[in-house]
Every structure is written in C-alpha cells, then in structure tokens.
C-alpha cells in the first residue's frame, strides 16, 4: 500500500487534512471513509479496514473532519450538518481530481454521516457502516450532564474519549432536527450494516432501525464480541474483508481477491496463479494457506512478495532448522533456538537474462546456522551434519525430474 497526503476545502473553506491509500497498480474503484465521533482518520479500524481494502483493489480516502486531527477550524462550530458537508467535499474532490467514490464506509457517527451524505453522491453504488447510530441525536448520552449548562450559557465543555471538546448549543439543535430514517428509507443503494450485539456506546437496537428503514439490497452482519472502535487488528480486517467481497456485486470492476476466496487444494499440491495485478504478482495456495510471489521493482515487478528464488531459500532454511529441531528433541539435547540465514550468489538478472541459453552456471546457496543453548562441541557437530539430511537438501542434491502437462481448459 502506497498514501498520498493533501488537504482540500472543507464544507466551509477550512482546509481538511487527508490521507489517499493506493492499491498497487490501477485502482479498481474509489471508497471515501468517515471517521467516528471525535476520532480521526488515523484512528486504529481506519488504517487497517484501509489497508485491507487496498490489498483488494480499493483506493480509500480518509481524512480528518473540521476541527479534528490535522484539519483546520474550531470543533465547536461544526454540527453533523457539517460534518456531511465534509463528506461531500471530499466526494467532490475525487471526483475531480481522480474518481467518484463508488463506495461509502462510516464508523459509528462517521456511518450515519455516510447515510445522509450517499444520496448526493450519484457515482455511490453501496455503503457501508459500522457501529453507527440510527440518529445522530444518540450522541447526546455523551453530555447528558452537560446540557442544562449547554442550554444556558450556550456552550460547555465536555469530555470525550478522555479529552475535552466545546460543545456548543447549535450542535444540539443541529442534530435534533435531523431526520435519518427518511434519507436511508430514500437511498436505493446496497447498504451493508455492521454492528456488535455487545456494543456499549451504539446499542444494537441502532443497527435494527438502521435496517428496517433501508429497502432492499440490504445485509447485516454480527461483529460478536468487538468492541465499538474494532481495536483488535482482526476485527478490524474482517471488516475489510467482508466489505470487498460484498462491494463486488456492487461496484464495477470489483471482484473478490483470489487470496479471500474459499478455497484449498489437495494435501500434497501447491496451486500457482496470476492475481491479475502488476507484471508478475502470484497467488500460491497450499492447502488452507495463502502466500504471495513477485518480483523487485528492479526486476519490473510491485515487490508484493518474496521472490521465487526467496521462497526455495525459505523452503530449505524451514527444512533444516526442522529436521534439526526433530532430532535435538529426540536426544533431549539443550537446542533453546536454531536460526538459519541462506543467500542465493547467482544474480537473479543475469540468471533470467540467459534462461534462454540454458545457462550452466552452478547455483550457490550459502547457509549459516545459528544454535543457541548448553550445547557442547560434539552436540553442535552433529546437528550440523543433521541439516545436510533434512529433505529438500537431498532433494536439492538429487536428480530432479520436472514434467510439464497442458490442463485442460
């Protein structure tokens, strides 16, 4: 993943600090993501539900709302209303400079900004939220015990999230008069809603209300034991992962990532293929688990994953330091760690310049060994001579045999 930061004019001229994260290569489609109450667009779930969106083709934009983070201009005059004028400067914004959001992500008070704003952005195809209240007005709870204060004197300050904001009478009325059921009842988008049943700050009742309004597409899914900000880094990308092979029915040139697909190929068989991104990028598949191959940018691939030449040093250094461990355990002998670093020293260019030629140079792998513990000399000795009998050393010194068939299409 690669970011772009800049700002652009909020929905009354401050400028709105922001953050474009790119997909390697091309992007597939454009996702604007909100922030929750009071948070910023660097807050822990943004980063990673970006992150993981970018993996599947995404670019994402996030920024800061007025007043918060690194944007211009005082929170306390901002309201909700605000907030989605926000929103729809930064659609405006893609939509000039690269591309119109196609999807629309909100976390908590960002997801039912999202709701207000989807039906002034046309380009929208699908939404999504997460934690996010029915009405905007549920973020009184916060000041309950301020609002008498707020009534009066106008304005007070507040604690949120253990820091102080200044919330001013205007944001109550702002929010009182908001009517979101009536704008999710009209919106005709795909909407998929995310909510913990053990939400403590959004009960889930928000996310029932939220529901019923909408028409059809619509989906919800549980989030279990999450809590409201999705601080576990897995939550956080099971997020992402749900969305983008949701967006996918949605969003043109969206498809589920082969790395996401429900798939595992025999024991025994390693499946290899093309992930449709960049020169060289390749999915491999053995069994239940998923890894990634490229090339080096000097190579002209994205450096999405180790090497092909990397993957058959990880294949012998894993082999060794296993069958090493097998044996030190066999003999109960004191092995706390074994660590093995391998280098390749024939130049990957030269070697792909003349495959052609069948070039005979001899590969040299250089393996150095690492044991660590109460070992004494005899001990260290032979697990030395131990790695030279782990498998795919013999393999590698053995005859090989390759054969290559055509599949049928």
């Not at 005899?378 to 090989?400: F, S």
Request: net charge negative.
């Amino acid at each position: 993943m690669r970011s772009e930061k800049f700002t652009f004019p909020g929905s009354d001229g401050h400028r709105l600090a922001a953050r474009l994260d790119l997909p390697v290569g091309a992007p597939k489609a454009y996702a604007l993501f909100a922030h929750c109450f009071t948070c910023t667009k660097d807050i822990f779930a943004a980063q990673r539900i970006s992150e993981s969106l970018t993996a599947e083709g995404f670019a994402v934009l996030r920024f800061d709302f007025t007043g918060l983070g690194h944007s211009e201009g005082e929170f306390a005059n901002t309201n909700f209303s605000s907030n989605v004028g926000d929103l729809l400067a930064a659609a405006d914004h893609l939509r000039r400079e690269r591309q119109a959001p196609a999807l629309l992500i909100g976390h908590s008070l960002g997801g039912a900004a999202v709701l207000a704003a989807a039906g002034e952005v046309p380009e929208c195809k699908a939404i999504a939220t997460i934690g996010a209240p029915a009405e905007p007005s549920h973020v009184e709870h916060h000041f309950t015990q301020q609002r008498a204060e707020i009534e009066e004197a106008g304005e007070a300050e507040v604690l949120l999230a253990g820091r102080p904001f200044r919330i001013k009478r205007q944001f109550l009325e702002d929010i009182a008069k908001q009517r979101l059921a009536e704008r999710v009842g009209r919106l005709r988008r795909a909407l998929l809603i995310f909510h913990a049943p053990l939400d403590q700050t959004v009960g889930i009742d928000n996310a029932t209300q939220i529901f019923v309004a909408a028409k059809h597409p619509k989906s919800f899914v549980s989030l279990d034991d999450a809590d409201h900000l999705l601080s576990r880094r897995r939550d956080a990308v099971y997020v992402a992962e749900v969305i983008a092979a949701w967006a996918a029915r949605y969003v043109e040139g969206i498809e589920p990532h082969p790395e996401r697909a429900d798939e595992r190929v025999d024991e025994g068989t390693v499946l290899v293929r093309e992930t449709g991104e960049g020169r060289f990028s390749q999915h491999v598949l053995a069994g239940r688990h998923r890894l990634r191959a490229d090339e080096p940018a000097q190579m002209g691939g994205d450096d999405t994953g180790p090497t092909p030449y990397d993957l058959l040093l990880a294949a012998l250094g894993t082999c060794t330091s296993m069958t090493i461990r097998m044996y030190a355990n066999r003999k109960k002998w004191p092995l706390t760690r074994t660590q093995v670093s391998l280098t390749h020293e024939k130049v990957h260019a030269e070697d792909c310049a003349d495959c052609e030629e069948r070039d005979r140079k001899i590969d040299r792998i250089v393996r150095q060994i690492r044991l660590e513990g109460e070992l004494d000399d005899a001990q260290r000795a032979r697990l030395l001579e131990m790695a030279d009998r782990c498998p795919v050393h013999r393999t590698l010194h053995g005859r090989i045999e390759v054969q290559t068939v055509a599949e049928a299409p």
